[in-house]
């Protein structure tokens, strides 16, 4: 299946392109949107930052019986589909575990229920909706992923970074060697020292962030600092 994803494709690349299948011989699509998005949760934990502005993010959608369309969660529109998978709610067969769903376009979608292949296709998107392949039972749950991603890669016309941009390149070594960890491969020198370089430069620039504005300023007013020494400007940072 193709990948939508910035983040799960880069990964895959740093761990050697394991196949979409079973541990551990492979690693499953599902598995990698799951652990990367633990591990983005971690990352921005760290800086006490909103979920909202995360880069990964997924939608639970119940389907209903006998209906192939359903609309999206959340109203207004979103971001551009980066995977799908599809569970029973109670866990019983076919679908105990998560099936992957391949995004198609909706004149495609008879074809696929004819062929007896998952796919699903969205269209609109104020709400976003969409259509799956097969006739649901009513117990399938559709886990939708999106990848809000900026391209991170070197460009003459590059715009600056936001906070959370930042850990992107960390985000994809992480998830790399969680993957080989699954695989029970080993995790090479060079990884393991992007890896730690990583966090590191992690680790200082979070500390400098919660450093930033943390000393209240009092207002000033017309002659409370002419004495040199008094006041809480003068006595943490005294003027030379």
């Not at 997924?58 to 569970?87: I, K, M, R, W």
């Amino acid at each position: 299946m193709i990948t939508r994803s910035r983040i799960i494709s880069g990964a895959s690349g740093l761990a050697g392109e394991p196949p979409n299948g079973p541990l551990p011989s492979g690693v499953p699509e599902w598995l990698r949107f799951e652990t990367a998005a633990d591990l983005e949760t971690e990352l921005i934990r760290d800086l006490n930052l909103s979920s909202e502005n995360r880069t990964l993010a997924s939608t639970p959608v119940n389907l209903t019986l006998d209906s192939q369309d359903f609309t999206v969660p959340g109203g207004g529109a979103v971001e551009t589909v980066a995977y799908v998978s599809v569970v029973t709610s109670d866990l019983q067969p076919p679908w105990i575990t998560p099936q992957d769903v391949d995004i198609t376009n909706l004149s495609l979608i008879n074809d696929a229920r004819r062929d007896g292949k998952l796919k699903v296709a969205f269209y609109s998107d104020r709400p976003q909706q969409g259509r799956v392949s097969w006739i649901p039972q009513g117990n399938e749950v559709l886990t939708i992923w999106y990848d809000k991603s900026p391209q991170t890669d070197p460009s003459p016309d590059q715009s600056t970074f936001t906070i959370t941009d930042s850990y992107l390149p960390l985000l994809k070594l992480l998830l790399a060697a969680q993957m080989l960890e699954l695989m029970n491969k080993p995790i090479g020198a060079m990884l393991q020292s992007r890896i730690t370089r990583g966090l590191e430069q992690w680790r200082e620039f979070v500390n400098r962030t919660r450093n930033q504005g943390v000393i209240q300023k009092t207002a000033w007013r017309p002659g409370r600092y002419m004495e040199r020494g008094r006041g809480p400007w003068t006595s943490e940072f005294p003027v030379r």
